[in-house]
């Protein structure tokens, strides 16, 4: 039998698949949601104008009726591959641990950092101007931000941009600074509670119900941004900023409509690779990897907010 020179640990894949930061804090998987596809893939594109132009539909006792045609756009794409690579000295592995597995805890480590990679991703696609139309984006400032309760009014600002895309979006993504401003505004407590309660708070559910969305998600991952060696910085994944988007979770790269998928052709999966040249004893490298590629189908079907908050 041939020896695969990667081969999936299927024990420490489960680790992999167990660790999950909650939805709280990591979000992608609900903002893009993956959807399986070979490593090369196309998406298709449709015009706008063929779902909204009506033809003349009336017939002549003898003419044919009018005929329409549709086209889609094929849009070739192919997945990235992302890996982190941990090594776990022979030594380590046979030393009595107290309990403490370290290939689990390698793997632990490496599931994380893929995920917070991934994180990092989906928050530069989602939070970032050049990926929405020019009618489709804000940046609001001064007494306009939602940080400002006496002046600011986001509850119209939110119901109005909901009416901008030509598919009403059904989700939210906040960042946690966003969400820590908005859930205790006057104006959203009023329009939650029918009265501005003095130190009422609303939950992301209220606040789906009273913009009539489908879910509200809040980004509250760190990340740390100094250098290898240095003083932690830690900053959000999700910025100061709010999107609202449609999506589907049915759709996929030929099918469907949604703001944005991830195509996906291997998930996260852990396994080990033999090296006997390294240390005294050699040891075992732990590999986390993942084949994914975030897609923004149809950048129209939604609404960004920059600097939601000051």
């Not at 600074?177 to 006057?186: A, F, K």
């Given at each position: 039998?041939?020896?695969?020179?990667?081969?999936?640990?299927?024990?420490?894949?489960?680790?992999?698949?167990?660790?999950?930061?909650?939805?709280?804090?990591l979000?992608?998987?609900?903002?893009?949601p993956?959807?399986?596809?070979?490593?090369?893939?196309?998406?298709?594109?449709?015009d706008?104008?063929?779902?909204?132009?009506?033809?003349d539909?009336k017939?002549g006792?003898?003419?044919?009726?009018?005929?329409?045609?549709?086209?889609?756009?094929?849009t070739?794409?192919q997945?990235?591959?992302f890996?982190?690579?941990?090594?776990?000295?022979?030594?380590?592995?046979?030393?009595?641990?107290?309990g403490?597995?370290?290939l689990?805890?390698?793997?632990?480590?490496?599931?994380?950092?893929?995920?917070?990679?991934?994180?990092?991703r989906?928050?530069?696609?989602?939070?970032?101007?050049?990926?929405?139309?020019?009618?489709?984006?804000?940046?609001?400032?001064?007494?306009?931000?939602w940080?400002?309760?006496?002046?600011?009014?986001?509850?119209?600002?939110?119901l109005?941009?909901?009416?901008?895309?030509?598919?009403?979006?059904?989700?939210?993504?906040?960042?946690q600074?966003?969400?820590?401003?908005?859930?205790?505004?006057?104006r959203?407590?009023?329009?939650?509670?029918?009265s501005?309660?003095?130190?009422?708070?609303?939950?992301?559910?209220?606040?789906?119900?009273?913009l009539?969305?489908q879910a509200?998600?809040?980004?509250a991952?760190?990340?740390?941004?100094?250098?290898?060696g240095?003083?932690?910085?830690?900053?959000?994944?999700?910025?100061?900023?709010?999107?609202?988007?449609?999506?589907?979770?049915?759709?996929?790269?030929?099918?469907g409509?949604?703001?944005?998928?991830?195509?996906?052709?291997?998930?996260?999966?852990?396994?080990?690779?033999?090296?006997e040249?390294?240390?005294?004893?050699?040891?075992?490298?732990?590999?986390?990897?993942?084949?994914?590629?975030?897609?923004i189908?149809a950048?129209?079907?939604?609404?960004?907010?920059?600097?939601?908050?000051?």
């Open positions: 039998m041939a020896t695969r020179p990667f081969p999936v640990n299927a024990e420490l894949t489960a680790i992999a698949q167990l660790y999950r930061n909650p939805d709280v804090t979000i992608a998987d609900d903002v893009l993956r959807t399986p596809t070979a490593a090369a893939f196309k998406f298709l594109a449709w706008l104008a063929q779902g909204y132009t009506v033809p539909l017939v006792r003898k003419s044919y009726p009018t005929e329409v045609e549709f086209r889609g756009t094929e070739p794409d997945v990235e591959d890996a982190l690579d941990s090594f776990v000295p022979q030594q380590d592995i046979d030393d009595d641990n107290q403490v597995d370290p689990g805890t390698a793997t632990t480590y490496l599931a994380g950092l893929v995920r917070l990679a991934r994180e990092i989906v928050a530069g696609r989602v939070f970032a101007q050049a990926t929405y139309p020019a009618a489709n984006r804000v940046v609001l400032s001064g007494t306009g931000q940080s400002d309760y006496t002046n600011s009014d986001p509850v119209t600002a939110m109005n941009a909901l009416d901008v895309p030509v598919m009403r979006p059904n989700v939210a993504v906040f960042g600074r966003v969400w820590t401003r908005l859930r205790n505004h006057p959203v407590v009023s329009a939650v509670f029918g501005n309660q003095s130190g009422a708070l609303v939950t992301r559910q209220m606040m789906a119900e009273v009539e969305l509200v998600y809040v980004g991952g760190f990340v740390n941004t100094a250098k290898a240095q003083t932690p910085t830690l900053s959000r994944v999700w910025g100061n900023h709010a999107a609202f988007l449609y999506r589907d979770r049915a759709a996929g790269p030929q099918a409509t949604t703001f944005g998928f991830t195509a996906e052709r291997q998930g996260i999966q852990i396994g080990t690779i033999a090296d040249k390294r240390g005294v004893n050699g040891g075992v490298t732990v590999r986390a990897l993942e084949r994914v590629k975030e897609v189908a950048n129209a079907l939604g609404y960004y907010f920059e600097n939601a908050v000051a």
